[in-house]
């Protein structure tokens, strides 16, 4: 069984690294950071010329039509540069849930412009503090007109269309609606979180116009199956930045000098190096898992999507925290980068729910593997 990519996908990642390293440098991401902007626009643009935006969109809908393998190798490169863009929001959600469950009407309308990057989409859920549930959901339909409120929404500020998840009397309990967000009836107010190189907003719908997406009393089941697939590539995001929190602490190391030597030949910091190097693989190892589950979209897809998702924020959260401390006493400050790879893996934690929700989706999964 091979688990390494192709030539081609090896191939692409060269061509990632290469652009990302002259358009995305860490500068960037200050710039986000202290300025006004809620994202990288110039990057945005850029991004979507080269297609990555397109990456898995059919054919048919404008899109590449190529494989899941080659958008994790993508979603790898933009974690390793923490890249200040809409891409997750767009790509790994609205895009996503539109080629799941969108009708032909939808995906000809919507697809075309998600995969040129016209158009910006986000995924609207969490309502409040706890965990999510369809039982929990405040957010009701009526005749096609949405009511309700959603909190944190990633890039919700430069989106043009939202899935949202509303309640349902039937089935599941739950439904997905398409929501245009330039309209009367949805009004969106800043939310500060810890990265905000990433814009995120609260979304109030006042009856707001909404297609529905897929079948009502289906919308849960489909909000499941869009977060397994979204968390394996997030999960490549995180390896990204836990791979450049440990090539950024290993280069300080071995320039950084204390008593006539390289910190890096101090036991105590070659022990922190190596920790992150083991938890990196181990996150590396569960991210093939799932990308082999969600390429090929195979029934282990939410056990390996949970296994993927939670050893990468567990090895992305250890290996930002100890880059900083591998920076001493400096690794803190606003100066250095250190900080933007620790806001981002923080963030990343709990985007789509919380690392403890996934060990729990973890654990359902291996029950009910051992079950069959």
């Given at each position: 069984?091979?688990?390494?990519?192709?030539e081609?996908?090896?191939?692409?990642?060269?061509?990632?690294q290469?652009?990302?390293?002259?358009?995305?440098?860490?500068?960037?991401?200050?710039?986000?950071?202290?300025?006004?902007?809620?994202?990288?626009?110039?990057?945005?643009?850029?991004?979507?010329?080269?297609?990555?935006?397109?990456?898995?969109?059919?054919?048919?809908?404008?899109?590449?039509?190529?494989?899941?393998?080659?958008?994790?190798?993508?979603?790898?490169?933009?974690?390793?540069?923490?890249?200040?863009?809409p891409?997750?929001?767009?790509?790994?959600?609205?895009?996503?849930?539109?080629?799941?469950?969108?009708?032909i009407?939808?995906?000809?309308?919507?697809?075309?412009?998600?995969?040129?990057?016209?158009?910006?989409?986000?995924?609207?859920?969490?309502?409040?503090?706890?965990?999510?549930?369809?039982?929990?959901?405040?957010?009701?339909?009526?005749?096609?007109?949405?009511?309700?409120?959603?909190?944190?929404?990633a890039?919700?500020?430069?989106?043009?269309?939202?899935?949202?998840?509303?309640?349902?009397d039937?089935?599941?309990?739950?439904?997905?609606?398409?929501?245009?967000?330039?309209?009367a009836?949805?009004?969106?107010?800043?939310?500060?979180?810890?990265?905000f190189?990433?814009?995120?907003?609260?979304?109030?719908?006042?009856?707001?116009?909404?297609?529905?997406?897929?079948?009502?009393?289906?919308?849960?089941?489909?909000?499941?199956?869009?977060?397994?697939?979204?968390?394996?590539?997030?999960a490549?995001?995180?390896?990204?930045?836990?791979?450049?929190?440990?090539?950024?602490?290993?280069?300080?190391?071995?320039?950084?000098?204390?008593?006539?030597?390289?910190?890096?030949?101090?036991?105590?910091?070659?022990?922190?190096?190596?920790?992150?190097?083991?938890n990196?693989?181990?996150?590396?190892?569960?991210?093939?898992?799932?990308?082999?589950?969600?390429?090929?979209?195979?029934?282990?897809?939410?056990?390996?999507?949970?296994?993927?998702?939670?050893?990468?924020?567990?090895?992305?959260?250890?290996?930002?925290?100890?880059?900083?401390?591998?920076?001493?006493?400096?690794?803190?400050?606003?100066?250095?980068?250190?900080?933007?790879?620790?806001?981002?893996?923080?963030?990343?934690?709990?985007?789509?729910?919380?690392?403890?929700?996934?060990?729990?989706?973890?654990?359902?999964?291996?029950?009910?593997?051992?079950?069959?």
């Amino acid at each position: 069984m091979n688990f390494e990519f192709s030539e081609e996908q090896n191939l692409l990642r060269e061509q990632a690294q290469g652009f990302l390293a002259e358009h995305c440098p860490m500068s960037k991401v200050r710039a986000v950071l202290d300025g006004e902007a809620s994202y990288d626009r110039e990057l945005w643009q850029k991004v979507a010329e080269m297609g990555w935006t397109a990456t898995v969109i059919p054919e048919e809908y404008g899109g590449l039509g190529l494989s899941y393998l080659e958008l994790v190798v993508i979603a790898e490169e933009l974690g390793r540069v923490v890249a200040p863009i809409p891409f997750s929001s767009s790509v790994y959600l609205a895009t996503e849930a539109l080629i799941l469950a969108g009708s032909i009407e939808q995906k000809e309308r919507w697809l075309p412009k998600l995969a040129v990057g016209e158009v910006i989409g986000t995924f609207a859920m969490a309502e409040g503090h706890g965990r999510a549930s369809a039982a929990g959901l405040a957010t009701t339909a009526d005749g096609g007109a949405l009511t309700g409120t959603k909190v944190a929404v990633a890039d919700g500020d430069i989106a043009q269309i939202a899935i949202v998840v509303a309640k349902a009397d039937d089935g599941d309990g739950a439904a997905l609606y398409l929501v245009e967000l330039d309209q009367a009836g949805v009004a969106l107010d800043p939310q500060r979180t810890l990265d905000f190189s990433r814009s995120h907003s609260r979304l109030t719908l006042s009856g707001a116009k909404a297609e529905l997406l897929g079948s009502s009393g289906e919308g849960w089941a489909l909000t499941q199956k869009l977060l397994d697939r979204a968390a394996v590539l997030f999960a490549w995001e995180q390896v990204g930045g836990a791979q450049a929190s440990l090539e950024m602490a290993k280069e300080y190391a071995m320039g950084r000098y204390a008593f006539g030597r390289p910190i890096a030949s101090y036991q105590a910091i070659k022990h922190k190096l190596a920790n992150m190097y083991v938890n990196n693989t181990l996150a590396r190892s569960n991210c093939y898992y799932g990308a082999w589950a969600l390429n090929a979209d195979a029934a282990e897809l939410p056990l390996a999507a949970a296994t993927a998702r939670v050893s990468a924020t567990q090895a992305y959260y250890f290996a930002s925290k100890e880059n900083i401390q591998t920076h001493g006493g400096m690794g803190y400050t606003w100066e250095f980068d250190c900080q933007f790879l620790y806001r981002r893996s923080k963030l990343l934690s709990v985007n789509i729910g919380s690392e403890g929700q996934w060990q729990d989706k973890l654990i359902t999964a291996i029950e009910q593997s051992n079950a069959a």
